[in-house]
């Protein structure tokens, strides 16, 4: 392969965009560190494009927005795998969502491999090419990168390309193309990566397991912890461990510094005239009635999906069946409304079935 590209200067970016802007296919990757930031840090952005890398060293460039009109054209498509990630670490630098997406983890589970299979698997299955993993433990921050690292970072992003043509031309094979459109077209929904953070509670696993009014001041915790975690730059559990919300919903001292403290206790006070949360939680233990149910949904998805020659992991998780089943009855239509499995493509694969099989 051609030696990767260095981009540092902004100056270097005009160009780059402009030889982007005629390509009808780009590779992209990033590396980024977030063990000890909330937001992650975006420290390198690969692109490929024919047979040409490019590494911009984001930690040098001031800003990408000379890139975001070519990452954000419609005539090409940006090929990412496992791509979440990496468009968030795009979006929250560049404010924008690389779009079209052709994610080819998302693909590759569609046609029948694994649903998380890796990017050197995934290449060495479709292309025979062998990826070396010798630098996956690289700080990308740290500068100069070594030859090693570079050729490492080019790597992920080389093959792209034509891992996604092997793909495409399965999937049309499948009659699966839209599978994966309406699946990556999901992931360019800004609102992933801007999640609001008042519904940060989310997170949290075991709150229907506490008591109405302790699950109140757990949700409260959860979203203030957020706003501080935010607000600092730190992960989360460098704020609160999700153990020490639940010990302090149930009445604990918290474990925090006088000044954390007593903003943790404004915000209990602040809430502490809100009805006591009655709403159940989608991590309740189920019945032995519902866990019956659960089943005869798992045996219905188990088997769709061993005639689809896919992972019942692509059609409906077990967490999703389960969501589905605990839904009270005066929410339940409205849940059966929002369930992934009963929406798009998967609607007609599987979501008419469960829908018949529920009680």
């Known amino acids: 392969m051609p030696d990767a590209i260095w981009i540092d200067r902004d100056d270097q970016l005009p160009a780059l965009a402009q030889t982007l802007t005629s390509q ?10 977030r063990e000890r930031t909330f937001f992650p840090k975006l420290c390198l952005l690969q692109l490929a494009a024919g047979a040409q890398v490019w590494c911009v060293d984001t930690l040098r460039i001031r800003s990408l927005d000379p890139l975001m009109p070519a990452l954000t054209a419609a005539a090409a498509r940006k090929v990412i795998h496992a791509a979440r990630q990496d468009l968030e670490a795009v979006y929250l630098t560049g404010k924008r969502v690389m779009t079209p997406v052709f994610d080819t983890q998302i693909a ?10 890796g990017y ?22 740290k500068r100069p990168l070594t030859r090693e690292q570079l050729k490492y970072a080019a790597d992920d992003v080389l093959y792209l390309d034509d891992a996604a043509n092997h793909l495409s031309l399965r999937l049309r094979e499948l009659g699966r193309e839209h599978w994966v459109l309406e699946d990556c077209l999901a992931l360019e929904d800004k609102q992933l990566y801007e999640p609001d953070p008042m519904q940060a509670w989310g997170r949290l696993r075991g709150l229907a397991q506490l008591e109405p009014q302790s699950r109140s001041r757990a949700k409260t915790i959860a979203v203030w912890r957020e ?30 510094n006088e000044s954390l403290a007593a903003s943790l206790q404004g915000a209990l006070e602040e809430a502490a005239n809100d009805a006591w949360d009655q709403e159940p939680s989608q991590d309740a233990r189920p019945t032995p009635t519902q866990k019956a149910v659960i089943d005869r949904l798992g045996k219905i998805v188990d088997s769709r999906a061993a005639e689809l020659n896919v992972s019942a992991e692509i059609l409906a998780p077990r967490g999703e069946l389960k969501a589905l089943v605990l ?33």
């Open 108 to 117: 590759a589970g569609c046609v029948g491999l694994k649903p998380q299979v």
């Open 227 to 256: 706003s501080q975690a935010r607000a600092r730059d730190l992960p989360r559990a460098w704020i609160l461990p999700d153990a020490a919300i639940f010990s302090i919903a149930q009445g604990s001292a918290p474990p925090l």
């Open 327 to 359: 839904s009270t009855r005066g929410a339940h239509a409205t849940a059966l409304r929002g369930s992934h499995a009963l929406t798009g493509w998967r609607r007609e694969e599987i979501g008419t079935r469960l829908l018949e099989a529920m009680p």
């Open 24 to 33: 009808a296919s780009i590779g992209v990757d990033t590396e980024f560190l």
């Open 120 to 141: 050197a698997e995934l290449v060495k299955t479709l292309l025979d090419v062998t990826v070396p993993k010798g630098q996956t433990r690289t700080d990308w921050s």
